[in-house]
């Protein structure tokens, strides 16, 4: 069953209507459900993922059910804008447990009928079957992990599927009816060259997906990738060879008739990520699962991140759960699959709201932000403002939304930093 659209019937299991929450607000939240599963991980991750145990996947799904609906009646049912899938492979559960937990979501939030809903999704996850049991279930748009079209990249970042099995997945998508797709590459890899980037781009914008995500490697701590360049067993990644990489995406995609609308991102026009920009607004969304994280009531909390005791947990918050009058950290710290928590004062507010808003190429509508910040923004930052405007770092357009300059592209996060000095 698809998610239902605000202001549907609910079913009768659902959870009984409360008055919503007057913290969360008119504006809805955005979802994101972390699932922990892969069938194998990649050398380069450090998200909270973990092989070999499928034996949780029943216990998985009742506690993302148990914790969704546990948040669902405290916070009075709200709207919910977007859903995200993430992980983790979505696509590794198992046939009917994405349908269970989106019912379970539409049962128990206000999801508009137009939300965006997308699960990540490995390339030979994707066959005829799984996809339209996705497509059925009410998911909208697909996310695929190709990272590369090279196989002996592919081998390297220990990718389970090869360059044809991409491509493959791409057009079972479309098979099925889904006509917006996003597909994530990598560049600034050890031993990728600026050949074998070019083809990866070229390749993949063949494939016209509606969406593409570009990221850079970057070595974390504790990986095996990380361990093998400090070895020496791989050869450090090459920041500048990474930069052409990035300008060359930026000319080849512009030139495919994509539009570049955040710094990683690129989409035909219209069909930007909606639960990303969510993010990058800085607007509240909640996290289940694993690990996940939230932000809303002047919080940033996550929650446990072991599988096992995360599922514990959920089930203790389900049977406790009831409405809550107001949102507090106090109530937020209590919930009992909530790690640890901390509490964002006006100096981070201000910070964030600006250097998420920036990310954005088209520009940040800066007296919008300071409405949602309840900071005066361009009063707040009037010194940074005008220094790096000075120095070309960033603009004021005609419609007076305010931007980074195409030589800041490469150069962001010291544009950032300055916002952070407060």
């Avoid at 781009?201 to 593409?212: D, I, N, Q, Y």
């Avoid at 599922?311 to 507090?328: C, D, K, N, T, V």
């Amino acid at each position: 069953m698809p998610l239902l659209p605000a202001g549907a019937a609910m079913p009768q299991s659902a959870p009984p209507l409360t008055p919503p929450a007057p913290a969360i607000g008119d504006g809805g939240i955005s979802l994101y459900v972390h699932v922990p599963f892969c069938l194998s991980k990649c050398p380069y991750c450090d998200f909270n993922t973990y092989q070999g145990i499928e034996s949780q996947f029943g216990d998985f799904r009742t506690a993302v059910i148990n914790e969704l609906t546990a948040w669902s009646r405290a916070l009075g049912r709200p709207v919910v804008n977007t859903v995200f899938l993430g992980g983790g492979t979505p696509s590794y559960l198992p046939d009917g447990d994405v349908a269970r937990i989106l019912d379970a979501i539409a049962g128990a939030y206000q999801v508009r009928s137009d939300a965006e809903i997308t699960a990540e999704c490995n390339p030979n996850d994707l066959t005829p079957a799984k996809c339209a049991g996705l497509r059925a279930a009410g998911i909208n748009r697909i996310s695929i992990g190709v990272q590369s079209l090279d196989n002996g990249l592919l081998a390297l970042l220990g990718r389970r599927h090869d360059a044809g099995e991409a491509a493959t997945a791409v057009a079972i998508c479309r098979s099925v009816g889904f006509n917006n797709v996003n597909l994530d590459l990598m560049y600034g890899l050890p031993q990728q060259s600026l050949e074998q980037w070019r083809d990866t781009v070229a390749r993949t914008a063949a494939l016209a997906p509606e969406h593409l995500s570009l990221y850079a490697l970057t070595l974390e701590a504790g990986t095996p990738l990380h361990r093998w360049v400090e070895q020496g067993r791989l050869p450090e990644p090459d920041p500048d060879l990474a930069a052409d990489m990035y300008d060359f995406a930026r000319v080849a995609l512009r030139d495919a008739g994509y539009h570049h609308y955040e710094i990683s991102n690129w989409s035909r026009p219209g069909l930007e990520s909606e639960h990303n920009l969510a993010y990058w607004r800085n607007l509240q969304w909640l996290g289940a699962g694993p690990g996940a994280h939230s932000s809303f009531a002047g919080c940033r909390f996550w929650t446990v991140r072991s599988p096992r005791e995360y599922a514990r947990r959920a089930q203790e918050w389900a049977a406790a759960a009831g409405p809550w009058p107001s949102l507090s950290a106090e109530a937020i710290r209590a919930v009992p699959t909530v790690d640890d928590l901390e509490a964002i004062d006006d100096a981070t507010t201000a910070a964030e709201t600006m250097f998420l808003g920036l990310r954005l190429l088209d520009g940040m509508d800066v007296a919008a932000a300071s409405a949602r910040a309840g900071i005066d923004l361009a009063a707040r930052y009037e010194r940074e403002l005008a220094a790096l405007t000075a120095e070309g770092l960033l603009a004021w357009t005609a419609d007076e939304r305010l931007r980074l300059t195409e030589r800041a592209y490469l150069v962001a996060n010291q544009v950032f930093t300055r916002f952070l000095a407060d």
